[in-house]
């Protein structure tokens, strides 16, 4: 995705961190009330659902707070996503267009 993920989002914490093929960046965090965040990150190809959880389990850090992962990549479609969560045990989703993934999360947020 060559454009910033969510542009307009103010609350948002760097968050450098490489698993497998992702390479997270940045958290952007919801409202404290319900300390909701979502992980941003890219990859070079459909990340596994191995290293989504992984991902997941190093920002969740032992915390019950809903999280999504989202990880953009290029496919012959555009720019798509993958994501988790929020909980951990959810069934990840492939695929998914970026720009409803986006519109999703702002939503969620």
């Known amino acids: 995705m060559t454009d910033p993920f969510l542009p307009t989002w103010h609350d948002r914490i760097d968050w450098p ?11 952007l965090r919801g409202p404290q009330e319900t300390e909701f965040s979502v992980v941003l990150a890219s990859a070079s190809i459909d990340p596994s659902n191995g290293d989504l959880r992984k991902l997941w389990k190093e920002r969740a850090r032992g915390t019950a ?3 999504l992962v989202v990880v953009t990549y290029e496919s012959g479609d555009g720019s798509v996503a993958s994501i988790l969560g929020p909980f951990e045990d959810d069934q990840p989703a492939h695929g998914a267009d970026s720009a409803l993934v986006a519109q999703l999360v702002y939503d969620a947020l």
């Open 65 to 67: 707070n809903p999280m």
């Open 17 to 27: 961190k490489r698993v497998g093929s992702i390479r997270a960046t940045e958290v």
